[in-house]
């Protein structure tokens, strides 16, 4: 299962302490890159699990709206792995407190919405996630730094069809965040990386999220992009590196 999340959510893009703050800025940039995604299939009941690598290409569109206090992005992706088609769109709203303040408040939310089509198996998995948090800003250093809790929903629909049966299910689980960002802008470079540990309540299980993504502008309105995802699931792990040009208008 394939977590494809875009996240240069901190108000960095549309301020900077030693450059005259910008009102508002959107963000397009079409990326693609090599993923890596490997599956653990259970076995039937006394043999080992198994699990399934394939390396693919992923393709992603990442919008993204910006002013000093509301972040909005959205992001597209689609790949092909393990002879499944991925499809999906995840969105998130930002809000920070005041603009100026060394430390402020920060509140998200986010719903994430994909489908992964199989030639028996179709998973469909939907998640709205809210966020609460600190900002605290360095200036002499150029670097935010965001700490946050957050908690998340997610409903996962499967349906297998065979020859011999026909089978749907529903499963809901609710998991703890605890995660960490930090972003950095010097003249026209951007970085951005982002760890958090999701604790699945119901599965018992704890997975690590690791993203960086680092932006070179060539213009005020043009540039490019390389992002760098590490993303652990209940039943996955994908490793993707994606690049693009980004433009700023």
Do not use: C
Request: proline letters at 6%.
């Amino acid at each position: 299962m394939l977590s494809f999340i875009l996240t240069p959510a901190l108000p960095g893009m549309a301020e900077d302490a030693s450059s005259k703050p910008m009102n508002s800025a959107f963000l397009v940039s079409p990326l693609m890159g090599p993923v890596r995604s490997e599956v653990k299939m259970q076995g039937p009941p006394g043999t080992p699990s198994k699990t399934l690598k394939d390396d693919s290409t992923e393709y992603g569109l990442f919008l993204m709206y910006a002013n000093p206090r509301v972040v909005v992005n959205n992001t597209v992706f689609n790949t092909d792995v393990n002879d499944s088609k991925v499809r999906g769109n995840i969105a998130t709203l930002n809000f920070h407190g005041d603009p100026a303040a060394k430390m402020t408040w920060y509140l998200g939310g986010g719903y994430l919405w994909h489908t992964i089509d199989g030639d028996t198996v179709d998973v469909t998995i939907s998640e709205p996630l809210a966020k609460a948090g600190l900002l605290f800003r360095v200036p002499a250093w150029h670097l935010s730094i965001n700490p946050y809790v957050g908690y998340g929903w997610q409903n996962v629909e499967t349906a297998i069809n065979t020859p011999r049966m026909t089978l749907e299910q529903t499963e809901r689980t609710e998991s703890m965040l605890y995660g960490v960002s930090a972003y950095w802008r010097w003249r026209m470079l951007y970085a951005n990386a982002k760890y958090y540990l999701e604790d699945n309540h119901d599965h018992d299980e704890q997975n690590n999220v690791f993203r960086v993504w680092a932006t070179a502008m060539f213009s005020k309105s043009a540039g490019i992009m390389a992002r760098f995802e590490y993303s652990e699931q209940l039943s996955s792990t994908d490793t993707s590196a994606l690049f693009g040009p980004v433009f700023i208008f």
